[in-house]
C-alpha cells in the first residue's frame, strides 16, 4: 500500500481526467458539512478486481491499485494505456465527502453495491485499454442503440455504467434497484451540466443485458460480432 501523501501520478492530464467517473459530477451538492465516508483501501480494491475477473474476461496483470490523497474530488480514478490500467482510491477528505453523498440512497446496507458498481466501473475503463477492444465494443454499443457517442469519452462512461450495473445485478442482485436508480437519476440530473457523462439514456435492463454479453466470460455473443445482433 502507498501512503505517501504523494503518489507517483498527480499530472491532470487529459487521458487522465477522461476516465473519472466523478469529475464535476457533484460540483455544489459537496460542503465541507458533509460527512466523509471511509474509502477501501489497495488490498480491498484488489479483492474487487479478483471479484471482477471471475465474471468478465480481463487482463489483471496489466491492472495495478495505488492509494492517493490527490486534490481532487473523485473518490476513484483511472490512468489507463496500452501497457498498464492504474486504479487510484483518492482518500482526500473531498473524495470521501463525494463518496458519502453517492452512498446516499436512503436504504442501508447497500455500501458494498456501490463499491462493486464503482469498481466495475473504473475496471472497464482498464477493459476498454486492451488492445483492440475500444474500437469494437464502440461500434457493437452504437449499433445497438441506434446513436453515435459524442467522443469517445462519452461512450466509455456510458458502457462503463452499463457494465457496473450488469455486473451488481449479477454478483448483489438484491440491491440491484437501489443502485440502478441512484445511478440513472445521478445521470439524469447533471445531464446538461456534464453532458459526456450522460449515459441516461441507455441505461435500460435490454442495453445492460447487451454490455453484460459483450464480455462475461459466459457470454453468448462475442465482441466481434456483437455489432451485427
Partial sequence: ML?????????????????????????????????QASLPDTAAMKEEIAQFAQVYAIDTDRIHVRE???????????????????????????????WSHF??????????????????HELTHCLMSEKGKRVAAKQALQEHLGIQFKNNLHFEETLADLVGLAYVQKVMP???????????????DFSS???EHDSSRALNTHTIAFADQMFSKSNTIRLADAGSR
Fill in 174 to 188: 438484491e440491491h440491484f434497484d437501489v443502485v440502478y436508480k441512484r445511478v440513472k437519476s445521478i445521470r439524469t
Fill in 193 to 195: 451540466r456534464d453532458p
Fill in 3 to 35: 501512503n505517501s501523501t504523494k503518489p507517483a501520478v498527480h499530472k491532470t492530464s487529459p487521458e487522465f481526467l477522461e476516465h473519472v467517473m466523478w469529475n464535476g459530477l457533484f460540483f455544489g451538492l459537496v460542503s465541507l458539512f458533509t460527512p
Fill in 103 to 120: 452512498l446516499d440512497s436512503g436504504h442501508e446496507g447497500t455500501e458494498p453495491a456501490f463499491l462493486a458498481f464503482t469498481s466495475a
Fill in 68 to 98: 492517493s490523497t490527490m486534490n481532487n474530488p473523485s473518490p476513484f480514478l483511472t490512468n489507463s494505456g496500452i501497457k498498464a490500467c492504474v486504479l487510484y482510491v483518492n482518500q482526500h477528505a473531498d473524495a470521501k465527502r463525494v
